[in-house]
Structures are given as C-alpha cells and as structure tokens.
C-alpha cells in the first residue's frame, strides 16, 4: 500500500470501507469488542453492559432548514445505541474542523449539539 492515496469511496460505506477497516484498523486495534463491526459496541461493565457509539459527520452544507450537521450527528449516534438495544445517556463528541473553519459556524453547530 505504499504511496497508495485514501479514496473517496471509502466514506460511501460498503465493501471498500469494510475492507479498509479490517486491514488498517483491526489489523492494529483488534479486540473482541470492536471485532464484530457494529454502528455501537457494548461493553460488559460487571453485570451490566455499556453500549457506546461514535459517528463522525460530514455534510457539505454543514446546515440545512431547522439544524445543522449537530442535530443529525447526535441523532446518528443516538439511533445507533437504541439500534443497539440500549438507552442514550451520555454523547459522545467526534468533531471534524477543517482549517478556517468560521468560528460562528462552528458556534451554532456546537449549540445545536447541546439542544
């Protein structure tokens, strides 16, 4: 793979993604949690599980009528838990900013995140 270039395709999901995934991330991080490649992974804590999901969003106009990219990402996690059997407690935060990014944009994200 050297001097191979990420695609674009790889953000379509799919057979390239899930490929991609295996020998670049698992091949390094694997466990028996992240191993079955579900959109959340539930943690055995004791008798209890903890079902934990991150999604990372990007969407270009990052706003559309009502919301923005903050609403649908935290949506986007939370119907991965519930997915998952589990009830949505705490969120997780993955953020992408690209450099020059308006702060006032990044602003109104942010507190569509927090509604």
């Known amino acids: 793979m050297e001097n191979e270039l990420?695609?674009?395709i790889l953000g379509d999901g799919g057979a390239a993604m899930d490929r991609?995934?295996?020998q670049q991330i698992l091949s390094r991080f694997n466990?028996?949690?992240?191993?079955?490649?579900e959109d959340a992974s539930i943690v055995p804590i004791e008798e209890q599980h903890l079902i934990i999901s991150t999604d990372s969003f990007i969407v270009d106009p990052p706003f559309f009528?009502?919301?923005s990219i903050?609403?649908?990402s935290?949506?986007?996690t939370v119907n991965d838990i519930l997915a998952s059997g589990g009830i949505p407690k705490y969120?997780?935060?993955s953020?992408?900013?690209s450099e020059g990014f308006p702060v006032i944009d990044l602003e109104r994200i942010l507190n569509d995140i927090k509604t």
């Open 20 to 22: 991609f995934v295996r």
């Open 31 to 37: 466990n028996y949690i992240l191993d079955p490649l």
């Open 91 to 93: 969120l997780t935060l």
């Open 74 to 76: 935290v949506a986007g």
């Open 70 to 72: 903050g609403e649908l």
């Open 65 to 67: 009528p009502n919301t």
């Open 95 to 97: 953020l992408i900013i």
């Open 6 to 8: 990420v695609s674009g």
